[in-house]
């Protein structure tokens, strides 16, 4: 699978942006997929992820109620909408895909196979 991420980009604090990531090389509707960040000099972290038929999302507390996944299963792409964006969510963001289980998720919320590149989002104050 290749994911290949975009929508990156500079934004004040308290504006919004939108991550895209296409995937391809496999059935889409067969991938659970998510997103990703790591900040300077910290670890990688989970984000927000959703299930292969999109019913169900799920998101990290620190971005609950201000980030929003979808996917669009015809045009092989997930994306993540970015509100009120805050200093602390600057970070290169990454998408990422597995295959999906019992739970729809796979271990895309923990152990992604598939990874996109990052796309850097940057917000200042």
């Known amino acids: 699978v290749q994911l290949q991420a975009s929508g990156g980009g500079l934004v004040q604090a308290g504006g919004s942006l939108r991550l895209s990531c296409v995937a391809s090389g496999r059935p889409f509707s067969n991938l659970a997929l998510g997103w990703f960040r790591q900040a300077p000099g910290k670890e990688r972290e989970f984000v927000s992820a959703?299930?292969?038929?999109?019913?169900?999302?799920t998101y990290a507390d620190s971005v609950k109620g201000r980030f929003f996944i979808s996917r669009d299963n015809a045009k092989n792409t997930v994306s993540l909408q970015m509100n009120s964006l805050k200093p602390e969510d600057t970070a290169v963001y990454y998408c990422?895909?597995?295959?999906?289980?019992?739970?729809?998720?796979?271990?895309?919320?923990?152990?992604?196979?598939?990874w996109g590149q990052g796309t850097l989002v940057t917000v200042s104050s």
């Open positions: 959703i299930t292969r038929s999109g019913g169900s999302t």
């Open positions: 990422a895909a597995d295959n999906y289980d019992y739970s729809g998720y796979g271990k895309v919320r923990s152990k992604p196979v598939y």
